[in-house]
């Protein structure tokens, strides 16, 4: 059995700065990733970021992925990292179990555990919809931003969020033709200054409107929409055909959870972070003493908020085994003061509202 | 084929929308007692496509809200291991 202090699941955003954050807290780590590099959704980012100055923002998210690689390293001697392994499940003695390269199964001790997991794709349900060239937007971000594989050569983006409206962009600059943006609510839930961007650059955005149905033989050759009324139905004879061989399914991700789930902490369907989230405290101890989490797995966000998340599960969870850091008042509070800012504007009423449902006192 | 044989809830079983709107007709309202009788959620993304859409499906039929409907049971491992795997490291007896 490998022991360690604080075992953290997930190399993304969020489990990238809690490991620095414990390290600096004196905790020895050791950090958990699926993949083959650590960065998570960053390492397909190309866009620069909003935020504050603190959360990097005005650089790329690849950029950024380096920046905490960076700070990783200087760390090293704290930091343990297992790339390749997956976990597989956490059981009530606070044993874990992981598999690496899928040839070796280990079983793992530590003292706390940060989960830091992120968030899957949300699917439609709509005929066809399992026709080769539907596609999921971190698919499309894999195969173009990590791969350099364009998806196809005309593009039917479904969903108007930030991740719709940057996709698209990034096609575009991939040379793909985006035919249309659609999304089934009355308006464009991404941030104006993206969907202008598109717009002047002549792809038409329908709101209110949802995919009928796909139309293709051995792959996808078409796409119909129509339009939703006011009580989200559908109106016959408003259908509008796209001659595509790609659709983008970008209609919102959900906390991956299911790790948390058998933990057997405290959890709840809470849809303005997106999905079932776990209660927690402000230092982010899910109703499992032991167990911490931060980022997406928690709430879906921003990568910023994940980052300052990870910053202060790191902090809180290193405090709970008895490694404080020297100035542990001052850096919880500058998180806090971090985290309230990210979610200061109108845009973040949901947010504001989804964490005050999801804090136990 | 209708439109509801056509649609895919589970990618992993290849459960359609019409399966799983059959079953929630003939009165099976509970995601765990649907898994075990379709193997959606069973499959190798333990639900991580589907789940969105069946607490969908079943609000729509119940009337209750998603957060009311009690979400599936997951369980370790959350992907396949091979069980020679776990033999080797049940040799350690730690």
Same mark, same amino acid.
């Given at each position: 059995m490998i022991q360690t202090q604080l075992a953290i699941i997930g190399g993304g955003p969020a489990g990238l700065c809690a490991a620095i954050s414990a390290a600096e807290s004196g905790s020895k780590v050791l950090l958990i990733e699926?993949n083959d590099t650590l960065g998570g959704?960053l390492?397909?980012?190309?866009?620069?970021?909003?935020?504050?100055?603190?959360?990097?923002?005005? @650089?790329? %998210?690849?950029?950024i992925a380096k920046i905490l690689l960076d700070k990783l390293e200087e760390h090293k001697d704290n930091i343990t990292i297992m790339k390749d392994t997956?976990v597989?499940?956490?059981?009530?003695? %606070?044993?874990i179990?992981a598999?690496r390269?899928?040839?070796?199964?280990m079983k793992i001790k530590p003292e706390a555990l940060i989960?830091a @997991? %992120?968030?899957?794709?949300?699917?439609?349900?709509?005929?066809?919809?399992?026709?080769? %060239?539907?596609?999921?937007?971190?698919?499309?971000?894999?195969?173009?931003? !990590?791969?350099?594989? =364009?998806?196809?050569?005309?593009?039917?983006?479904?969903?108007?969020?930030?991740?719709?409206?940057?996709?698209?962009?990034?096609?575009?600059?991939?040379?793909?033709? !985006?035919?249309?943006?659609?999304?089934?609510?009355?308006?464009?839930?991404?941030?104006? !200054?993206?969907?202008?961007?598109?717009?002047?650059?002549?792809?038409?955005?329908?709101?209110?409107?949802? !995919?009928?149905?796909?139309?293709?033989?051995?792959?996808?050759?078409?796409?119909?929409?129509?339009?939703?009324?006011?009580?989200? =139905?559908?109106?016959?004879?408003?259908?509008?055909?796209?001659?595509?061989?790609?659709?983008?399914?970008?209609?919102?991700?959900?906390?991956?959870?299911?790790?948390?789930?058998?933990?057997?902490?405290?959890?709840?369907?809470?849809?303005?972070?997106?999905?079932?989230?776990?209660?927690?405290?402000?230092?982010?101890?899910?109703?499992?003493?032991h167990?911490f989490?931060a980022?997406?797995?928690?709430?879906?966000?921003?990568?910023?908020?994940?980052m300052?998340?990870g910053y202060l599960a790191g902090l809180c969870a290193s405090d709970h085994i008895g490694n404080r850091h020297p100035m542990y008042?001052e850096k919880k509070?500058?998180f806090?003061?971090?985290?309230?800012?990210?979610?200061?504007?109108?845009?973040?009423?949901?947010?504001?509202?989804?964490?005050? =449902?999801?804090?136990?006192? | 084929?209708?439109?509801?044989?056509?649609?895919?809830?589970?990618?992993?079983?290849?459960?359609?929308?019409?399966?799983?709107?059959?079953?929630?007709?003939?009165?099976?309202?509970?995601?765990?007692?649907?898994?075990?009788?379709?193997?959606?959620?069973?499959?190798?993304?333990?639900?991580?496509?589907?789940?969105?859409?069946?607490?969908?499906?079943?609000?729509?039929?119940?009337?209750?809200?998603?957060?009311?409907?009690?979400?599936?049971?997951?369980?370790?491992?959350?992907?396949?291991?091979?069980?020679?795997?776990?033999?080797?490291?049940?040799?350690?007896?730690?």
């Amino acid at each position: 059995m490998i022991q360690t202090q604080l075992a953290i699941i997930g190399g993304g955003p969020a489990g990238l700065c809690a490991a620095i954050s414990a390290a600096e807290s004196g905790s020895k780590v050791l950090l958990i990733e699926r993949n083959d590099t650590l960065g998570g959704q960053l390492v397909k980012q190309t866009h620069m970021f909003f935020g504050s100055e603190k959360q990097y923002a005005s @650089t790329r %998210g690849i950029d950024i992925a380096k920046i905490l690689l960076d700070k990783l390293e200087e760390h090293k001697d704290n930091i343990t990292i297992m790339k390749d392994t997956t976990v597989l499940g956490i059981y009530e003695d %606070g044993v874990i179990t992981a598999m690496r390269d899928e040839d070796k199964y280990m079983k793992i001790k530590p003292e706390a555990l940060i989960v830091a @997991t %992120g968030a899957s794709e949300k699917f439609l349900a709509f005929p066809n919809n399992d026709l080769p %060239g539907i596609y999921g937007a971190g698919a499309v971000q894999t195969l173009m931003n !990590v791969h350099g594989v =364009k998806p196809g050569n005309k593009v039917l983006m479904v969903g108007a969020g930030n991740i719709g409206l940057i996709v698209s962009y990034q096609l575009m600059q991939a040379g793909v033709k !985006v035919e249309a943006i659609i999304d089934a609510a009355p308006k464009i839930g991404g941030y104006l !200054v993206h969907a202008s961007k598109i717009r002047r650059m002549g792809v038409p955005i329908y709101t209110s409107y949802t !995919v009928k149905e796909a139309i293709g033989s051995d792959a996808l050759e078409k796409a119909i929409i129509w339009k939703l009324d006011e009580a989200w =139905k559908p109106i016959a004879g408003s259908e509008i055909s796209f001659d595509v061989d790609v659709m983008c399914v970008s209609v919102g991700l959900t906390p991956l959870n299911e790790l948390l789930v058998m933990s057997g902490c405290e959890m709840q369907y809470i849809p303005e972070l997106s999905g079932i989230v776990p209660m927690r405290n402000e230092n982010y101890q899910t109703t499992v003493p032991h167990i911490f989490t931060a980022g997406d797995s928690c709430g879906v966000e921003e990568a910023s908020s994940a980052m300052v998340e990870g910053y202060l599960a790191g902090l809180c969870a290193s405090d709970h085994i008895g490694n404080r850091h020297p100035m542990y008042e001052e850096k919880k509070a500058d998180f806090i003061n971090q985290l309230e800012g990210l979610r200061s504007g109108p845009e973040a009423a949901h947010i504001r509202s989804g964490v005050e =449902k999801s804090l136990r006192r | 084929m209708t439109n509801e044989e056509n649609t895919i809830v589970c990618r992993c079983s290849d459960v359609t929308l019409k399966e799983l709107r059959d079953l929630i007709a003939e009165g099976y309202t509970d995601y765990n007692e649907i898994k075990r009788l379709t193997r959606i959620g069973m499959g190798p993304c333990q639900g991580k496509t589907c789940t969105q859409i069946v607490l969908r499906e079943l609000s729509m039929a119940t009337g209750k809200k998603v957060s009311e409907i009690e979400n599936q049971k997951n369980r370790p491992p959350v992907v396949g291991v091979k069980l020679k795997l776990i033999s080797e490291e049940a040799q350690n007896n730690d």
